[in-house]
């Protein structure tokens, strides 16, 4: 059982459960004002790919993260607005936003890059180690050549909690999932409120797809996500509905895949292991890990008519 | 007196209705005014006028001597109209500060949830809403959510205060507190419009009465100058019974036998502790008693619900104890629950599918696992028919009707199966006093016809006027028995809260 005093293990799933907890994170916010989002995969498609493909047409990986984040929360505001204006049914939505990007993002590869895909000269993020708590041993691996969306992942799990229960804005977008009606004789703009909890969710969940393509790598694969919009929901789910509740959740998952890798050199079948992560989310929605409340007018439009 | 707000010739059309057609208001200052009218008469759409939620075709609105226009609820509330909807406008996520403060929150971008709780603490003082800031909403009862109502249009500075059925949802305890809340607000130069179609309440708290009846203001009133019969008279329209004429009962033989019986609820609370009884064929059994005191255990226990811990049921001299609810249906008990739209009816099923709900399964409505439509729908009429249900068209969904038809439609379906024991529990919660008479006759046709009635009720009234002998129930014991003609509401009163019947009726008697 050394491997679970390996610094690096520890380090690894920290960097895992990034692209976990930025889209759960983004969930939280958009279910949070009552709308259920299940396009975080999708989203999440979106962001990697505009985040190289624009890093690799300008010369600079900041650029590309922010016209992935654009892009993202581009898509989430047409998801938005089918949702709330419209009134369409949140699920079925959700997925077609999901096979719409999976699609239209193979499609651009092909076309735009060809058969070679993204070009490997394209500018990545930069890591970063954090001088004074990098030379702490041990704990120093958390801080010591991480990309630097890790930092900014860990300051937006803070900042988001702060924003949700300790902000005017955020107790009235919390108002707005629960009892829209109650919201509004109370004055507060229903859907205005609503478009801000999906389109912020939606630039979080791009963030996660960057952290994929232009964190971790400098390329965008076909499908590259490999489900972990979806994980990303059961982390939401699991943490309750919290920004700090999915960030421990997305820990958690993390470190399945982690431990996973890990394994792997000790000649455990690689794909039995990447199950596990599967696996916990299967448990983790399954209620078994504790029941948990979702907002009470999660996925219910709302119309002042009635 | 100077007027406050005043309503002038209000008109209010929808495709089909007029629902307000000529409404006429004057609310003084200080006083608490007092709008009447069975469902439908047009009270809600007048509220939800003078709150912005409708705009009116003609007429106007004036508030302190001005002409007012409300385009939505924020425009009301900014002028100074409070609400307190029937159903509550709350988020039970939330704590009580939360939702009291919610679109007005102290604070720049930090929410100061500490100053929030620190107002609204002052404003309950000075109101006299005594209330937990801190709690969580879903944690308080119905009556302390009300009060949290009260407090967030106080919060937004509410001149005037419109209570819309306030009562409905309240306990007789709940019920004196919100008035003496009202009293106070009254005392404190808040007017209050109070919206009830209870003719004992609002004689209990208005100083002056408007009647509604089809949409129209009848009379305005002072309150000491009504009698009930003329209340009750101007909001029907016509002359009403409002205790019903009943001739003695003529009990037969033991129907239902209950035997010391134990019953624990769904968190495995002990709530009927050794109740016994016994009801006769033709005789109606009351049971009183204050809302949570084990009379849903006991009649759900009775129905086969919930599982009977201990003692026995015997039911028409057979041993039922252990017998499945369906089992039970069978051998002749019919149930009329408490909540007609959860329990008892399924809204978006049409009246011919609901008439058969219990007996779908049976010839002539189905065989081999397919249903006949045109012998359900024959079935249907017959049972509309017989038992007034308006509109008469089966294809409606239930969901359309009103509650007084709703409940038609249930009683219509139980008592149709020819029952020996009939349990109708709260029958005529949330009727008016027009629907209120139907079902009291019909309660007493079918007692006259031979059948033993289980009446549980919250209303010591509907008790007193319907039973023929009266149980009541305190924390899941049966602390009295008493003859239903010669039982006051003291003698009840007292033991609901307890005492035995030996001290009550020394109490009364003396």
Known sequence: MNILTNAQLWASTLAMAVPLALPAIGGTFSERTGVVNIAMEGIMLMGAFFGVAFSYWTGSAWVGLLCGLIMGGLLSAVFAWAAIRLAADQVVLGMAINIFAAGLTAFLLDTIF??????PQTPQLPTLSIPVLSSIPFIGAFFTNQSVLVYVMLVIVVLSHWFLFHTRIGLRMRSVGENPLAADTAGLNVW?????????????????GVYLSLGILNSFDVNMTNGRG???????IFGKWTPLGSFAASLLFGFATALGIALQNHGISANLLGMLPYLLTILALAGLVGRSKAPAADGIPYNPQR | MTSFLEVVDLVKHFPGVKANDGVNLTLHKGEVH??????????????????????????EIRLEGKPVKFHSPRDAIRAGIGMVHQHFMLIPALTVADNIVLGDEPGGITYKRAEAEKKVRELSEKYRLEVDPSAKVEQLSVGLQQRVEILKALYRKAKVLILDEPTAVLTPQETEELFSVVRHLKSQGIPVLFISHKLDEVRAIADRVTVMRA???????PIGDATPQQLANLMVGREVVLRVEKTKANPGEVI???????????????????????????????????????QTELVDAIAGLLPIVGGRLRFLGRDITRLSTAERTKAGIAYVPQDRQLDGLVLDFTLTENAILRDFKRKPFSKGGILFHKPAKTYAERLINLFDVRPRDVNRH????????????????????????????????????????????QLLRLRDEGKAILLVS???????????????????????????????????GLLMTGVTNGEATEVTTR
């Open chain 1, 114 to 119: 060809g058969f070679g895909g993204t070009p």
């Open chain 2, 34 to 59: 007092s709008i009447l009218g069975e469902n439908g008469a047009g009270k809600s759409t007048l509220m939800k006028l003078i709150y912005g939620l409708y705009q009116p075709d003609s007429g």
């Open chain 1, 230 to 236: 979806y994980i990303a929901l059961a982390a939401m």
């Open chain 1, 192 to 208: 205005r409120l609503r478009y801000a909890g999906v389109i912020i969710g939606g630039v979080l969940s791009a963030l996660g």
């Open chain 2, 215 to 221: 949409g129209k203001t009848v009379e305005t009133l």
């Open chain 2, 398 to 441: 239930a969901g359309d009707l009103s509650g007084g038809n709703q409940q038609k439609v249930i009683l219509a379906r139980e008592v149709s199966r020819e029952p020996h024991l009939l349990i109708a529990v709260q029958p005529t919660r949330g009727l008016d006093v027009g629907a209120i008479e139907g079902i009291h006759k």
């Open chain 2, 458 to 492: 919250l209303e010591l009234d509907e008790i007193l006027s319907l039973s023929d002998r009266i149980g009541v129930i305190h924390s899941g014991e049966m602390v009295g028995i008493v003859p239903g003609e010669s039982a006051t509401r003291e003698q009840l």
């Open chain 2, 256 to 294: 239902l036998d209950v035997q010391q019986l134990r019953v624990n609820d769904t968190a495995r609370r002990e709530k009927v502790r050794n109740v016994s009884f016994q009801i006769r064929a033709g005789e109606i059994f009351g049971i009183a008693g204050i809302d949570g005191n084990g």
